[in-house]
């Protein structure tokens, strides 16, 4: 008596498909094609993207393949499987090495045979060219029905709310918050001011808005307070398994004019662009690139990092803290650390690295002296990370055997295969560390330090700004300023 096949119907969707019985129609036609054939079979349906690999309930359905489950998979066309062709050819390359057909309502494919193999890949091909037309038509639709007015973001701007109707924006009650954002600028407040203000007043939005000063900056530029709607500012593409956001170039961008009521008027839209701008550019004599000392130069008041410029005189400086703390409404005070020139800074600084040299010499005597020059065991911390390293291999194995047998979804074992992963590879750092920390002694980290710190105090000024930065930050946590008056002070952390 023949054994009964056991097969794995896969019914897609995909997202841009509008129509709603799409899956229903696709899973009534393979359900009847199993039930005449007198074949058992689990359905696999899902909503998704065919040049995507990682869908749940596709990785699900090919892990049973992998544990021979099924005879063979059932689907509507090997489209509905994947259009990416390298996609395609490892599921095949799966079914393959489990012995499992490929079932269509109108043929059985065997891919360990040659001639099916071919007439898969010709499929495919044409199957690539169709998505293509298919992807074209949808960019066509939704330009023009951007050009007719309607509202095509995933969601409606704060200040608007969305039409389902009339699938255009209207006004909501968030707008005269929109509009005075606007004025506040154009009299003045900066975005710090305006986010501080908002805050302090606990200005609310039915999205439950955080005020900050990025925020603000986004919502002032956002053409679609003016009445025009904007398409396609970015774009998001899968980098190894990661979606990333760039912007797009502007003849790639959809504008259209005069859309919805807008909140600001075009005037004032235009007077506070060119504000920003304005306020956002600094002379290019003022500009100063990467310095040696760039990101070590702390305020000694409030911590704030300092920055630097050039002065009109072509000086080097060392800008004044900015840091502002406010009071009261829009009223603030100014952190009052001065600026100074970089040459008087120097001069200082030099000075106290010479005098962390000379204390380094005499450690490095006092190391010699005692005859303390061991280096240190670390075999016993060793052994124990490594073991910690296997039984964290140990609970991956767990974690995937547990989505094998269904315990875990497949989003669930990623995220913990991916914790773990994690752990073990700072373990591995870790364990590196102390292997070549157990082959070098004090003597020779101190002294290897040393040599670095008289190399740099010796030919500091002749090296690039950038190489000497680097060295800086080999050597230094940080570098505390403070100037209140005339007086400067400076302390130095060494790492």
């Known amino acids: 008596m023949e054994t009964k096949k056991t097969v794995a119907v896969y019914v897609r969707k995909s997202r841009e498909e509008e129509t709603e019985d799409t899956l229903k129609r696709q899973q009534a036609v393979l359900t009847e094609l199993c039930e005449r054939n007198n074949w058992n079979y689990d359905v696999y349906t899902e909503v998704g993207s065919s040049q995507e690999l990682d869908r749940p309930e596709l990785q699900k359905m090919l892990s049973r393949v992998k544990l021979f489950h099924y005879d063979a998979v059932v689907s509507s066309d090997q489209d509905r499987l994947s259009r990416n062709v390298g996609h395609l050819d490892q599921i095949k390359q799966t079914l393959v090495n489990a012995g499992c057909l490929f079932v269509t309502p109108s043929r059985i494919y065997d891919f360990k045979k040659d001639d099916d193999d071919f007439i898969s890949d010709i499929q495919s091909v044409l199957s690539k060219q169709e998505y293509q037309k298919i992807k074209a038509r949808l960019i066509r639709g939704s330009r023009q029905s951007a050009r007719d007015g309607n509202w095509l973001g995933k969601k409606a701007p704060i200040g608007y709310k969305y039409n389902r109707d009339t699938k255009k924006l209207e006004l909501s009650e968030d707008s005269p918050v929109i509009e005075k954002i606007f004025q506040l600028y154009v009299d003045g407040l900066s975005t710090k ?49 990661k979606r990333i956001t ?27 662009q060119q504000l920003k701008k304005e306020r956002n550019s600094r002379p290019p004599a003022l500009k100063l690139g990467k310095h040696k000392f760039s990101g070590l130069i702390r305020c000694g008041i409030c911590g704030a990092v300092h920055s630097f410029q050039t002065s009109r005189y072509n000086r080097k400086r060392i800008s004044s803290c900015q840091t ?44 010699k002296a005692n005859g303390t020059n061991d280096a240190p065991d670390y075999a016993q911390e060793i052994e124990s990370k ?17 989505f094998m047998m269904e315990i875990f979804t497949q989003a669930e074992a990623r995220v913990q295969i991916q914790q773990l992963k994690q752990q073990i590879k700072i373990l591995e750092e870790q364990v590196n560390e102390l292997k070549e920390s157990g082959n070098v002694t004090e003597l020779d980290r101190v002294e290897l330090t040393l040599e670095k710190m008289k190399r740099f105090l010796t030919h500091g000024d002749k090296l690039p700004e950038r190489e000497a930065n680097t060295i800086l930050l080999e050597l230094m946590e940080t570098i505390v300023y403070t100037k209140t008056d005339k007086e400067m002070s400076i302390k130095i952390v060494m790492k």
Not at 210 to 238: C, D, E, F, I
Not at 334 to 352: D, I, T
Request: charged share 20%; aromatic share 10%; net charge negative.
């Open 193 to 241: 001011d305006i986010a501080y203000k908002f805050s302090n007043e606990r200005v609310k939005t039915l999205v439950n808005m955080t005020w900050t000063p990025a925020g603000v900056t986004r919502l002032l530029s956002n053409v679609v307070y003016a009445g025009h709607s904007l398409y396609g500012k970015t774009n998001q593409k899968k980098i190894d398994g």
């Open 246 to 272: 760039a912007y797009t170039d502007e003849s790639e961008q959809i504008l259209v004019e005069n859309t919805h009521e807008p909140i600001v008027s075009q005037e004032l839209f235009d007077q506070v």
């Open 324 to 367: 502002r703390t406010y009071t009261t409404g829009n009223s603030y005070t100014v952190c009052p650390n001065k600026g100074a020139n970089l040459s008087e800074f120097e001069e200082l600084f030099y000075s106290y690295f010479s005098q962390h040299v000379k204390q380094l010499e005499q450690y490095v005597d006092l190391i």
């Open 386 to 402: 490594i073991k910690q390293i296997a039984k964290l291999n140990n609970d991956i194995r767990r974690v995937q055997q547990g």
